[in-house]
């Protein structure tokens, strides 16, 4: 797995749409070397100098570049409607790469705009967020926001190669740090026990932005999602197992309270550490180990997250429009063990609220 200063983890999806993630110094080089006669840079001009050295490396293979400023307003139909019509105006033609530079919201939507663009054009994910690279922008999801909630338009298109270069995290705000080692230790209780271990004695560091131990927790992480994903890619796995929803540890709450905060008070990542605490709460109700149970929440607590002051009535009428229920009923990931979650749909009010109570 590691070629040089490139740790390398291949997401096999079983067919020639199967791709490597490269994670280390010498990411950006393998990047630009990749086959492609021109190419589309859509960046977060919060990593303008980065972007520039990927368009300089390309140099005249560059078709278009545009800077967005990063965040959820940039997934978009108005957005994604212009990048349209910018790159019908540069005449790209399906020979064309799109490169998405920036985090999460800025590989959703390039991804979605290369999915879509001419019935689907190749594209490649630099994610420069912690959160992006170990959760978003790996797996395939691509998408963008209605007012009616997030991600709710959206293709699975995977990327034909992802570049990460943690260098890119020396520069992150503490609270996007936070919210990606958030992302992290919930691969870990779902997925890897080994890392569960490693931020359990690193956790002080991985918050420091310490770069070796985040390149260690990148690796995991990417490397555990690409077996989950592997397992049941567009997350159609009905067995209870769980299958690729397992990733959505946290989320149910996670998502209700971004909704109901208003997107963009809370950071993704920090809304799934709120959720996580909810999902544990839930896992001891149904019977995971008290001691277990203390060992993993003394983690979590341990990442900082803002007190949101969202009342409990509006947070569990959010969790009843998540887009994950199924069959009108709202679903939780728990779990019970680490790295052995499952799925339940039966949780009641009184039991949500009792969850709801760990957040404070
Ligand atoms: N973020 C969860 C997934 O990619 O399935």
Same mark, same amino acid.
Not at 35 to 54: F, G, K, N, S, W
Not at 271 to 295: F, I, K, T
Not at 299 to 328: F, M, Q, W, Y
């Given at each position: @797995? ?31 070397? !990749? ?15 980065? %972007? ?5 490396? $390309?140099?005249?293979? /560059?078709?278009?570049?545009?800077? &967005? ?10 957005? %994604?409607?212009?990048? $349209? ?11 064309? *790469? ?13 991804? $979605? ?35 009616? +909630? ?5 293709? $699975?298109?995977?990327?034909?190669? =992802? ?17 990606? *080692? ?6 870990? &209780? ?12 690193? @956790? +002080?560091? %991985? ?5 070796? *131990?985040?390149? !260690?927790? /990148? ?8 077996? =989950? ?16 929803? !397992? &990733? ?27 959720? @996580? ?37 509006? /947070?569990?009428?959010?969790? %009843? ?11 939780? !990931? ?21 969850? &709801?109570?760990?957040?404070?």
């Amino acid at each position: @797995m590691i070629a040089g200063n490139v740790q390398r983890v291949r997401v096999d999806l079983g067919d020639e749409r199967s791709y490597d993630v490269a994670i280390g110094a010498g990411a950006i080089d393998e990047l630009t070397a !990749i086959d492609a006669r021109t190419v589309v840079v859509l960046y977060d001009v919060a990593v303008e100098p980065l %972007a520039q050295t990927i368009i300089a490396e $390309f140099g005249s293979r /560059v078709a278009f570049q545009r800077g &967005l400023v990063g965040g959820e307003d940039v997934k978009t139909w108005g957005l %994604a409607g212009d990048i $349209f019509d910018w790159l019908a105006d540069a005449h790209i033609d399906r020979d064309t *790469v799109l490169i998405a530079v920036g985090g999460g919201t800025v590989t959703d939507l390039g991804g $979605f705009v290369a999915a879509t663009y001419l019935r689907g054009l190749r594209w490649c994910a630099v994610p420069t967020t912690l959160l992006a690279a170990v959760d978003a922008a790996v797996g395939g999801k691509t998408a963008i926001n209605l007012g009616a +909630g997030k991600n709710l338009v959206g293709v $699975f298109h995977h990327p034909s190669f =992802v570049a990460i270069d943690p260098a890119a995290f020396a520069t992150l705000d503490p609270r996007d740090v936070a919210a990606g *080692v958030g992302e992290a230790l919930k691969t870990a &209780l779902v997925a890897d026990p080994e890392l569960f271990v490693y931020l359990e004695r690193n @956790m +002080g560091r %991985a918050l420091a932005a310490d770069p070796e *131990v985040l390149a !260690i927790t /990148v690796a995991r992480c990417v490397a555990a999602k690409a077996r =989950v994903v592997a397992g049941d890619e567009r997350e159609r796995d009905d067995t209870g197992a769980g299958g690729r929803a !397992i &990733l959505n540890f946290g989320h149910t709450v996670g998502h209700a309270l971004e909704k109901t905060c208003g997107y963009g008070a809370l950071r993704h990542g920090e809304a799934v550490v709120l959720g @996580m605490r909810a999902a544990l709460a839930l896992s001891r109700e149904r019977g995971l180990a008290p001691a277990l149970a203390d060992r993993i929440e003394t983690l979590v607590n341990a990442i900082p997250t803002p007190h949101p002051e969202a009342a409990h009535d509006a /947070v569990i009428a959010a969790t %009843a429009s998540d887009k994950k229920r199924k069959a009108g009923k709202v679903r939780f !990931i728990l779990i019970r063990d680490i790295a052995q979650p499952y799925i339940v749909d039966d949780v009641n009010e009184a039991s949500v609220r009792r969850a &709801l109570t760990a957040l404070a």
